[in-house]
């Protein structure tokens, strides 16, 4: 699978389905500042990577593929769940992504402008979850070239 | 010399040195539920969330570890 930009896919979400996303990202950063305010930065810095949003995503992503392939009349559990197991494996490949954003903040937010060091941070969280993606994709070709 | 935000800046330096134990123990919770998902395919919100007990003891386990 290639990473690109697919607009049409926000067609085909409803407007509860961000709405919920956007609810649960929300409770959890209300959830992460009052855990820094009452137990310090260190405990509550954790949770910044809480999985908040990936129970309910991934519950929509079984939904559609379901939807979708009950239209052709299949039963698509087996499918739906395989597509939530590929959820799960970018997300794993973010967070590699989030390991180096923190890394490049607590290294350099002290000494330099904090919206550079932001802006680098997120750039290279992006870069390396794609070059991650990119080369799964590529090391998977070659053996399946191979078998 | 100190310049007037050098303190939210170290309280956010802070916070993010323990978002990368966050993050690890994302990295872990994501493997699980992209293994249990593969294999069983169990339904979705069943492991997401269950598996979110993963997440809170290899955070915890980390900063019991490195961070306290």
Partial sequence: MVIKFKLSALRRTRWYEIVLRFLFGGLATIATGIIAKLYGPVTGGLFLAFPAIFPATATLVEKHVKEKKKKVHIDGVNRSRSAVALEARGTAMGSVGLVLFGLLLWRFLVDRPAWLVVLAASLAWLITSIVLWELRRLIRGRFSTFS | ?68
């Fill in chain 2, 1 to 68: 010399m100190t310049s007037p935000n050098s303190g939210l800046s170290s309280y956010a330096a802070t916070e993010a040195r323990s978002m990368i134990a966050g993050a690890l123990a994302m990295l872990v919770y994501a493997s699980l539920v992209l293994r249990v998902m593969f294999k069983y395919k169990p339904p979705a919100l069943l492991v997401s969330t269950y598996l979110i007990a993963a997440w809170l003891v290899t955070s915890f386990g980390l900063w019991f570890l490195v961070l306290r």
